[in-house]
T-cell receptor
């Protein structure tokens, strides 16, 4: 497939568990973005990478959230000690070059913390 | 802090009607504005991207305008179809960080 893929599509975690969400951007895309979307709301920016460099992580809600993109392609968003308020859809998007371009979104990972 | 508002939150129209969705933002220092479509349980699909130096973009039955000075954008959908039923989101970008509105949920009735 040529689009952005995310895995898993659904994740149920017990409160306190650690989770890891994966994003495979479109091959060759330089920039990668993570968003959190609560039910009935628009996506909220979490963090953004250009190649392997994390240029902006101002949207990460707490130090329990960590994102990496070590080789400039696949990215992982890790949430430690999950809490119920972390339940949301986590969306990943990529752009071909730097910013100011069309963002291509993946289908999202729906996280439910019980 | 940038804030994006979309009005109305929901809209129901009969098939064939022309309609306008509104988006407003508080900080005019933006790089671009994008309109997206989101179907239930799915990711977002980009519809139109307007750079800050542009005033409008068109794609098929869709036309989006941007008035940066007043902090407003509109998405015009001509001759609406049931397949247009979805949530429409606008987002403004500033240096890699995009701020989204909460969307307008459109229902087009056959």
């Amino acid at each position: 497939g040529a689009g952005v893929s995310q895995s898993p599509r659904y994740k149920v975690a017990k409160r306190g568990q650690d989770v890891a969400l994966r994003c495979d951007p479109i091959s060759g895309h330089v920039s990668l973005f993570w968003y959190q979307q609560a039910l009935g709301q628009g996506p909220e920016f979490l963090t953004y990478f250009q190649n392997e460099a994390q240029l902006d992580k101002s949207g990460l809600p707490s130090d329990r959230f960590f994102a990496e993109r070590p080789e400039g392609s696949v990215s992982t968003l890790k949430i430690q000690r999950t809490q119920q308020e972390d339940s949301a859809v986590y969306l990943c998007a990529s752009t071909l070059r730097v910013v100011q371009e069309t963002q291509y979104f993946g289908p999202g990972t729906r996280l439910l913390v019980l | 802090k940038q804030e994006v508002t979309q009005i109305p939150a929901a809209l129901s129209v009969p098939e064939g009607e022309n309609l306008v969705l509104n988006c407003s933002f508080t900080d005019s220092a933006i790089y671009n504005l994008q309109w997206f479509r989101q179907d239930p349980g799915k990711g977002l699909t980009s519809l139109l991207l307007i750079q800050s130096s542009q005033r409008e973009q068109t794609s098929g039955r869709l036309n989006a305008s941007l008035d940066k000075s007043s902090g407003r954008s509109t998405l015009y959908i001509a001759a609406s179809q049931p397949g247009d039923s979805a949530t429409y989101l606008c987002a403004v970008e500033d240096a890699g960080k995009s701020t989204f509105g909460d969307g307008t949920t459109l229902t087009v009735k056959p």
